[in-house]
Nanobody, 121 residues
Framework: QVQLVESGGGLVQAGGSLRLSCTASRSIFSLNAMGWFRQGPGKQRELVATFNSGSSTVYADSVKGRFTISRDNAKNTVYLQMNSLKPEDTAVYYC???????????????WGQGTQVTVSS
């Protein structure tokens, strides 16, 4: 089990910045992946940015160059720095942790409660 606690959402004007935080209940090193997804109004949940095992990062094309994912291993926390925000970034942002466990491996996804990000034009 992994509990995830998010913070940092809010309302910002286009061009502004926000930073999201997500703290896990266990060591980041015990996770296969940890990152951020989002779900906009009437849209499916989509990947924003994530750390995969081996510390590689993956970004959605729509956020490359604007968003940066980082982490503090000592605090079991992952951050999402969002710059140059656009109205189309408006969504509920969810922290995600992924664990592969057992033989054969079973994938488990854990989710935070979600935090609203609203970008006004």
């Amino acid at each position: 089990q992994v509990q995830l606690v998010e913070s940092g959402g809010g309302l910002v004007q286009a061009g502004g910045s926000l930073r999201l935080s997500c703290t896990a209940s266990r060591s980041i090193f015990s996770l296969n992946a940890m990152g951020w997804f989002r779900q906009g109004p009437g849209k499916q949940r989509e990947l924003v940015a994530t750390f995969n095992s081996g510390s590689s990062t993956v970004y959605a094309d729509s956020v490359k160059g604007r968003f940066t994912i980082s982490r503090d291993n000592a605090k079991n926390t992952v951050y999402l720095q969002m710059n140059s925000l656009k109205p189309e970034d408006t969504a509920v942002y969810y922290c995600n942790a992924r664990v592969v466990s057992g033989t054969p491996g079973t994938l488990y996804d854990y989710w935070g409660q979600g935090t609203q990000v609203t970008v006004s034009s």
